[in-house]
């Protein structure tokens, strides 16, 4: 499985922006797929979630009303994903690494997976 970000830079507080996450080589059943988030000094933490059918999402009070989570798995033959997060109203807390995150089932058993994280700035 690899997945490769896309979109992070610097903006400044009360702009917009959006990350892209290509998924491919998946060729198990998807859990969820989601963003999360590391800024210096601090753990990583959960931005968004989505289900594999993309009817569920999940959201860190912090970004309620403001990000918005979206996935494309193209014509669902070959087990790519595109997952979305477009980011508005930004504030400089939500400086940090932002990470794509996939997560597989088989057998009950889940597979994390991580790409390698974009930068995302606010400037106050």
């Known amino acids: 499985v690899q997945l490769v970000e896309s979109g992070g830079g610097l903006v400044q507080a009360g702009g917009s922006l959006r990350l892209s996450c290509a998924a491919s080589?998946?060729?198990?059943?998807?859990?969820?797929l989601g963003w999360y988030r590391q800024a210096p000094g601090k753990q990583r933490e959960l931005v968004a979630t989505?289900?594999?059918?993309?009817?569920?999402?999940?959201?860190?009070?912090?970004v309620k009303g403001r990000f918005t989570i979206s996935r494309d798995n193209g014509d669902n033959t070959d087990g790519d994903n595109t997952i979305y997060l477009q980011m508005s109203n930004v504030k400089p807390e939500d400086t940090a690494v932002y990470y794509c995150?996939?997560?597989?089932?088989?057998?009950?058993?889940?597979?994390?997976?991580w790409g390698q994280g974009t930068q995302v700035t606010v400037s106050s």
């Open positions: 989505i289900s594999s059918g993309g009817g569920t999402t999940n959201y860190a009070d912090s």
């Open positions: 995150n996939v997560v597989l089932i088989f057998h009950w058993y889940r597979y994390p997976y």
């Open positions: 080589g998946i060729t198990l059943s998807v859990e969820t």
